[in-house]
């Protein structure tokens, strides 16, 4: 079990960025983004694999860049290009843990 601390979000206009970070207690190899907008279930943004190649939905790719740095034990989500339909609570997950999710709205 490790512990997971978010950082980052907040307010951005429409093709604005935003960054969050995911700092994790312990190593780990594959780290998840999610997202929950109101009144809708959580989905799936993206993932990264030790040193693999992220995956992304289809709704951020080309927009979103999943990152991580081992030597912090930290996960990176960099978005670009925000659009209104982005705005959610944004969660960070490693194996059966999860962060405590960020608010990030998108807002003209």
């Known amino acids: 079990q490790v512990q997971l601390v978010e950082s980052g979000g907040g307010l951005a206009q429409p093709g604005g960025s935003l960054e969050l970070s995911c700092s994790v207690s312990?190593?780990?190899?594959?780290m998840r983004w999610f997202r929950q907008a109101p009144g809708k279930h959580r989905e799936f943004v993206g993932l990264?694999?030790?040193?693999?190649?992220?995956t992304y939905a289809r709704s951020v790719e080309g927009r979103f860049t999943i990152s991580s740095d081992k030597a912090k034990n930290t996960g990176y989500l960099q978005m670009n290009n925000l659009k209104l339909e982005d705005t959610a609570i944004y969660y960070c997950?490693?194996?059966?843990?999860w962060g405590q999710g960020v608010q990030v709205t998108v807002s003209s």
């Open positions: 997950n490693v194996d059966a843990d």
């Open positions: 312990g190593t780990f190899t594959t």
């Open positions: 990264v694999k030790g040193g693999g190649t992220p």
